[in-house]
Protein backbone atom coordinates (compact mmCIF):
# COMPACT_ATOMS: atom_id res chain seq x y z
CA UNK A 1 0.00 0.00 0.00
CA UNK A 2 1.52 3.31 -0.89
CA UNK A 3 1.24 6.55 1.42
CA UNK A 4 0.11 9.37 0.18
CA UNK A 5 3.41 11.17 0.20
CA UNK A 6 4.05 7.75 -2.60
CA UNK A 7 0.65 9.35 -4.36
CA UNK A 8 2.07 12.82 -4.22
CA UNK A 9 5.43 12.07 -5.71
CA UNK A 10 2.84 10.78 -9.30
CA UNK A 11 0.93 14.42 -9.43
CA UNK A 12 3.93 17.10 -7.71
CA UNK A 13 2.19 20.06 -9.27
CA UNK A 14 -1.31 19.06 -8.22
CA UNK A 15 -1.59 22.35 -6.05
CA UNK A 16 -4.80 21.08 -4.15
CA UNK A 17 -3.73 17.45 -3.63
CA UNK A 18 -0.24 19.29 -2.43
CA UNK A 19 -2.60 21.36 0.27
CA UNK A 20 -4.70 18.63 1.55
CA UNK A 21 -1.57 16.57 2.12
CA UNK A 22 0.59 19.57 3.85
CA UNK A 23 -2.61 20.56 6.15
CA UNK A 24 -5.01 18.01 6.14
CA UNK A 25 -4.05 14.37 5.93
CA UNK A 26 -3.40 12.35 8.84
CA UNK A 27 -3.39 15.94 10.70
CA UNK A 28 -6.24 14.83 13.99
CA UNK A 29 -9.45 16.15 13.62
CA UNK A 30 -11.87 16.81 16.46
CA UNK A 31 -14.89 18.14 15.19
CA UNK A 32 -17.72 16.18 14.22
CA UNK A 33 -18.79 17.55 10.85
CA UNK A 34 -15.55 17.17 9.89
CA UNK A 35 -15.20 13.67 10.76
CA UNK A 36 -18.70 13.45 9.20
CA UNK A 37 -17.31 15.09 5.62
CA UNK A 38 -13.99 12.95 5.75
CA UNK A 39 -16.00 9.86 6.20
CA UNK A 40 -18.45 10.87 3.80
CA UNK A 41 -16.00 12.01 1.15
CA UNK A 42 -13.37 8.56 1.74
CA UNK A 43 -16.67 6.82 0.76
CA UNK A 44 -17.80 8.68 -2.23
CA UNK A 45 -13.95 8.36 -3.37
CA UNK A 46 -14.12 4.47 -3.84
CA UNK A 47 -13.22 3.59 -7.10
CA UNK A 48 -12.47 7.13 -7.83
CA UNK A 49 -9.14 9.06 -7.35
CA UNK A 50 -8.83 11.73 -4.17
CA UNK A 51 -8.11 14.43 -6.97
CA UNK A 52 -11.35 13.70 -8.38
CA UNK A 53 -13.03 14.26 -4.60
CA UNK A 54 -11.10 17.12 -4.05
CA UNK A 55 -12.27 18.99 -6.61
CA UNK A 56 -15.92 18.21 -6.09
CA UNK A 57 -15.47 18.84 -2.24
CA UNK A 58 -17.30 22.77 -1.99
CA UNK A 59 -19.97 21.21 -3.96
CA UNK A 60 -20.33 18.19 -1.72
CA UNK A 61 -20.44 20.60 1.07
CA UNK A 62 -22.98 22.41 -0.40
CA UNK A 63 -25.30 19.47 -0.94
CA UNK A 64 -24.78 18.49 1.87
CA UNK A 65 -25.07 21.22 4.30
CA UNK A 66 -21.37 21.80 5.21
CA UNK A 67 -22.21 18.62 6.25
CA UNK A 68 -24.11 19.36 9.34
CA UNK A 69 -24.83 15.78 10.84
CA UNK A 70 -28.49 16.94 12.38
CA UNK A 71 -29.43 18.26 8.88
CA UNK A 72 -28.00 15.58 6.67
CA UNK A 73 -30.06 12.92 8.96
CA UNK A 74 -33.38 14.49 8.18
CA UNK A 75 -32.81 14.05 4.03
CA UNK A 76 -35.73 12.40 2.82
CA UNK A 77 -36.30 10.58 -0.37
CA UNK A 78 -36.89 13.98 -2.13
CA UNK A 79 -33.44 15.36 -1.46
CA UNK A 80 -32.62 11.64 -2.24
CA UNK A 81 -33.50 12.53 -5.76
CA UNK A 82 -32.47 16.19 -6.05
CA UNK A 83 -28.84 15.28 -5.00
CA UNK A 84 -28.80 12.80 -7.94
CA UNK A 85 -28.59 15.91 -10.02
CA UNK A 86 -26.37 17.94 -8.65
CA UNK A 87 -23.28 17.73 -11.00
CA UNK A 88 -21.22 19.44 -8.03
CA UNK A 89 -21.25 15.67 -6.29
CA UNK A 90 -20.69 11.95 -7.21
CA UNK A 91 -24.54 11.16 -8.34
CA UNK A 92 -24.31 7.62 -7.05
CA UNK A 93 -27.35 6.70 -5.27
CA UNK A 94 -25.69 4.32 -3.17
CA UNK A 95 -23.34 6.31 -2.07
CA UNK A 96 -25.79 9.53 -1.51
CA UNK A 97 -28.47 7.16 0.40
CA UNK A 98 -25.14 5.99 2.18
CA UNK A 99 -24.14 8.81 3.59
CA UNK A 100 -27.31 9.90 4.73
CA UNK A 101 -27.37 6.90 6.71
CA UNK A 102 -24.51 7.25 8.13
CA UNK A 103 -25.65 10.69 9.68
CA UNK A 104 -28.71 8.98 11.13
CA UNK A 105 -25.91 6.32 12.63
CA UNK A 106 -23.86 9.43 14.25
CA UNK A 107 -26.58 11.06 15.41
CA UNK A 108 -27.17 7.88 17.70
CA UNK A 109 -23.23 7.82 18.34
CA UNK A 110 -23.36 10.82 19.57
CA UNK A 111 -26.37 10.27 22.07
CA UNK A 112 -24.38 6.98 23.62
CA UNK A 113 -20.58 8.57 23.28
CA UNK A 114 -21.04 12.43 23.53
CA UNK A 115 -19.64 12.78 19.99
CA UNK A 116 -18.03 11.15 17.00
CA UNK A 117 -14.55 12.30 18.16
CA UNK A 118 -14.94 11.06 21.87
CA UNK A 119 -16.46 7.61 20.17
CA UNK A 120 -13.30 7.31 18.22
CA UNK A 121 -10.91 8.45 21.04
CA UNK A 122 -12.84 5.76 23.24
CA UNK A 123 -11.98 3.30 20.35
CA UNK A 124 -8.37 4.02 19.92
CA UNK A 125 -5.88 2.46 19.69
CA UNK A 126 -7.31 -0.42 17.74
CA UNK A 127 -5.31 -2.89 15.11
CA UNK A 128 -6.95 -1.76 11.56
CA UNK A 129 -8.61 -5.47 11.34
CA UNK A 130 -10.67 -4.44 14.60
CA UNK A 131 -11.17 -1.00 13.17
CA UNK A 132 -12.88 -2.67 10.08
CA UNK A 133 -14.83 -5.03 12.02
CA UNK A 134 -16.30 -2.23 14.19
CA UNK A 135 -17.38 0.08 11.39
CA UNK A 136 -18.41 -2.60 9.49
CA UNK A 137 -21.00 -2.90 11.84
CA UNK A 138 -21.75 0.46 13.23
CA UNK A 139 -21.60 2.06 9.58
CA UNK A 140 -22.91 1.14 5.61
CA UNK A 141 -20.86 1.23 2.53
CA UNK A 142 -17.66 1.41 4.48
CA UNK A 143 -14.85 -1.16 2.85
CA UNK A 144 -11.42 -1.77 4.21
CA UNK A 145 -10.00 1.21 2.22
CA UNK A 146 -12.58 3.56 3.09
CA UNK A 147 -11.73 2.62 6.62
CA UNK A 148 -7.98 2.56 6.22
CA UNK A 149 -8.12 6.18 4.41
CA UNK A 150 -10.57 8.04 7.06
CA UNK A 151 -8.72 7.00 9.83
CA UNK A 152 -5.36 7.75 8.25
CA UNK A 153 -6.92 10.60 7.08
CA UNK A 154 -8.08 12.18 10.86
CA UNK A 155 -4.84 10.68 12.64
CA UNK A 156 -6.28 7.62 14.16
CA UNK A 157 -4.32 4.78 11.87
CA UNK A 158 -0.39 5.44 11.24
CA UNK A 159 1.16 4.78 7.83
CA UNK A 160 -0.43 7.58 5.46
CA UNK A 161 2.94 9.64 5.75
CA UNK A 162 6.34 8.03 4.76
CA UNK A 163 8.46 8.49 7.89
CA UNK A 164 10.97 11.27 6.32
CA UNK A 165 7.83 13.03 5.49
CA UNK A 166 8.02 16.47 6.87
CA UNK A 167 4.09 17.02 7.31
CA UNK A 168 4.83 13.89 9.86
CA UNK A 169 6.70 15.91 12.28
CA UNK A 170 4.13 18.73 11.97
CA UNK A 171 1.24 15.89 12.96
CA UNK A 172 3.82 14.56 15.72
CA UNK A 173 4.46 18.18 17.32
CA UNK A 174 0.35 18.10 17.30
CA UNK A 175 -0.25 15.09 19.05
CA UNK A 176 2.64 15.60 21.31
CA UNK A 177 5.04 12.82 20.24
CA UNK A 178 8.26 12.62 18.15
CA UNK A 179 8.31 11.25 15.01
Known amino acids: MATFCQAMSVAPHDDMMRLYHDTEYGFPVSDDNALFERLALEMNQAGLSWATILKRREGFRSAFQQFEIDVVANYT ?3 VNELLLDPGIIRNK ?3 EAVIENARRLQRIRQEHGSF ?3 LDKMYPLAFEDWLKLFKATFVFVGPEVVREFLMSTGYL ?3 HDTD ?3 LIEIAKLKGSVA
Do not use: I, L
Request: hydrophobic residues 25%; charged residues 40%.
Open 77 to 79: EDK
Open 94 to 96: RKV
Open 117 to 119: AQW
Open 158 to 160: EGG
Open 165 to 167: CPV
